[in-house]
């Protein structure tokens, strides 16, 4: 693989641990979250490595993508790095249906399946990220009272975040979810 490739393929693997980790309970301290980060991006990088096809981004496509639904066993890379980072699969509060495509030109994710909402964390275009946000706006994150209790709105509000990614050196900035919305968590 040619060293850009790998620069590249470390940016996007470094989005998708970071987008992930946004998942993680708030009550859970920064050096774990920290610890998760960086095992979920070496482990992801890993299993990409022989499936980085820059010339062709459709190519391993599938390969490439994180997929998390009721009906099929924890992902793997996601429970090791939990396992690593001392936490505990209950402390990533994952929605029920969540894909990440993690591609040589994008990082992607779907919340739902067939007419879930598909959103671009970043894309690559020239060497330089171009950033997206959801549906085109800047959002924040919204609420609706029920009585006297203020609960998150649907997850698909997001907030502007810095990430350093120190394997490369570079600082970016990337869509992140902000807060799961309880009935679409794993318990």
Not at 69 to 88: M, Q
Not at 97 to 106: F, G, K, R, T, Y
Not at 108 to 122: D, I, K, M
Request: a negative charge.
């Amino acid at each position: 693989m040619h060293p850009n490739d790998v620069v590249n393929m470390r940016r996007a693997t470094g989005v998708a641990a970071n987008f992930i980790s946004r998942f993680i309970s708030s009550q859970v301290n920064q050096l774990k979250r920290h610890d998760f980060i960086v095992c979920l991006e070496q482990l992801l990088a890993s299993r990409l490595e022989d499936h980085w096809y820059p010339e062709d981004v459709r190519r391993g496509q599938a390969y490439r993508c994180i997929r998390l639904n009721p009906w099929s066993n924890k992902e793997a890379l996601i429970e090791t790095a939990v396992i690593v980072a001392g936490l505990t699969y209950s402390d990533i509060q994952l929605p029920l249906e969540l894909s990440v495509w993690i591609d040589p030109d994008a990082v992607a994710y779907r919340f739902g399946e067939n007419e879930g909402s598909h959103c671009t964390l970043v894309s690559f275009d020239d060497g330089e990220d171009q950033f997206e946000a959801m549906n085109n706006t800047t959002s924040t994150p919204q609420t609706a009272i029920k009585g006297d209790v203020r609960e998150p709105s649907w997850v698909v509000q997001t907030s502007r975040t810095l990430y350093n990614n120190n394997n490369i050196n570079q600082t970016y900035r990337c869509d992140a979810l902000i807060h799961p919305f309880n009935g679409y968590v794993y318990k």
